[in-house]
């Protein structure tokens, strides 16, 4: 019984080692010739005008993560649509919860005023 244990040790060792192991070989042979060319910060290959750390209002992250939520949840519907005519109640009803706890996060977001672009 140990030894399966030992084997998933092993594994978990393998695991966390093969990461730092491609870094530190990337790090060994990556290009090192720095010059003020290079370490220019550029936008796009246009040169930057003024100040180049611009703070974004935290707007446009609620704005995008409410994107990525209803991106998510059709995800998660396809399937109820594809298999519509083989879904037992209880799978439609799940289905409706669904739609049902994300349209009161809309709800919620929308009065937040989450939504507005400004």
Request: proline share 4%; glycine share 6%.
């Amino acid at each position: 019984m140990l030894a399966q244990y030992g084997f998933i040790g092993v594994m978990a060792i393998i695991a966390f080692a093969f990461p730092f192991i491609g870094l530190a070989v990337a790090w060994l042979l990556r290009p090192k010739r720095p010059d003020p060319l290079k370490n220019s910060i550029y936008e796009c290959g246009v040169e930057t005008i003024g100040e180049t750390w611009v703070q974004f209002r935290a707007q446009y992250y609620l704005f995008a993560l409410v994107f990525v939520v209803f991106d998510i949840e059709a995800v998660f519907l396809f399937p109820f649509a594809v298999a519509f005519n083989q879904l037992t109640l209880f799978a439609v009803f799940e289905a409706i919860l669904f739609v049902l706890i994300l349209a009161v996060g809309l709800i919620y977001v929308w009065r937040k005023g989450a939504l507005e672009w400004q």
